[in-house]
């Protein structure tokens, strides 16, 4: 059985938003992982993943029309190649929503204001990062931290679809 978003498609049950920038070295771990992602459940139409450079507010639209959400990020604040999953808080404030880019908490906050819409299934998978230098090419730490991250990411997405 098929539902409906509030925009009238289909639902989503598990949306992965991941973003980054590829050129910028361990920055491009969020697409890489979307990359594998997309790999791994490719023949789940239940998944929808979606890569960017950065959020925007513009995936609050996406967000509102699925039933959970995984942000899929580097962290500059984490140690290097720590791989990290929380859940994000749907009670913090959208925040200033004046950049082009939004923080994970940041996305919710518009999606609950724009389309009344409450996540209790969202959360955040970082990978620390060691370098943000020009290049395409990741440090050894968060090479090395790509298969607990895969893991991490398909247990998070297998639990999304289990709810």
Request: aromatic share 4%; with cysteine.
């Amino acid at each position: 059985m098929t539902t409906s978003s509030p925009m009238g498609e289909a639902k989503t049950r598990c949306l992965v938003l991941a973003c980054g920038n590829t050129l910028r070295s361990d920055d491009g771990v969020g697409p890489k992982l979307a990359e594998w992602a997309t790999e791994r459940f490719h023949e789940n139409r239940d998944v929808r993943v979606v890569a960017r450079q950065q959020w925007t507010p513009d995936l609050a639209e996406e967000i509102a029309a699925a039933d959970s959400v995984l942000f899929v990020d580097a962290s500059a604040k984490s140690r290097p190649g720590r791989v990290s999953l929380t859940a994000v808080p749907s009670n913090r404030g959208s925040g200033s929503t004046g950049s082009h880019h939004l923080e994970a908490h940041e996305l919710i906050g518009l999606t609950r204001s724009l389309y009344g819409s409450i996540k209790s299934h969202a959360m955040l998978l970082t990978v620390g990062a060691a370098s943000t230098q020009l290049g395409e090419e990741f440090s050894k730490p968060v090479e090395a931290a790509l298969p607990r991250a895969q893991g991490l990411l398909e247990k998070a997405v297998l639990r999304f679809l289990a709810n």
